[in-house]
Nanobody, 122 residues
């Protein structure tokens, strides 16, 4: 069992920055692949970014490329999502998910956090 906890959400003005954290605990949490997803009201939960367990593979959704950066510190069992140049359309609940196999597909992820709200005002 792997426990996933997100933090770092909040309210920010357009053009601002936030850093989300995803802490994993439990059995070999640092060896899990991590994905970030987001869900705006009334919309599907969409892929944002993913990083493999050793940081060797990183992928971003086109909508966040060049603005968001995913990174991880395995010594702290934590993955970060640095979000810069935020736009109102980035407003959503952001979820972190962990999986033993690297994937970009949300339904493949075994473990999910509760989510953290990010609100970007115009």
């Amino acid at each position: 069992q792997v426990h996933v906890v997100e933090s770092g959400g909040g309210l920010v003005q357009a053009g601002g920055s936030l850093r989300l954290s995803c802490a994993t605990s439990g059995r070999t949490g640092s060896t899990y692949n991590i994905g970030w997803f987001r869900q705006a009201p009334g919309k599907e939960r969409d892929f944002v970014a993913a990083v493999s367990w050793n940081g060797g593979l990183i992928y971003y959704a086109d909508s966040v490329k060049g603005r968001f950066t995913i990174s991880r510190d395995n010594a702290k069992n934590t993955v970060y999502l640095q979000m810069n140049s935020l736009k109102p359309e980035d407003t959503a609940v952001y979820y972190c998910a962990a999986n033993a196999v690297f994937t970009l597909i949300k339904n493949d992820y075994a473990y999910w956090g509760q989510g953290t709200q990010v609100t970007v005002s115009s």
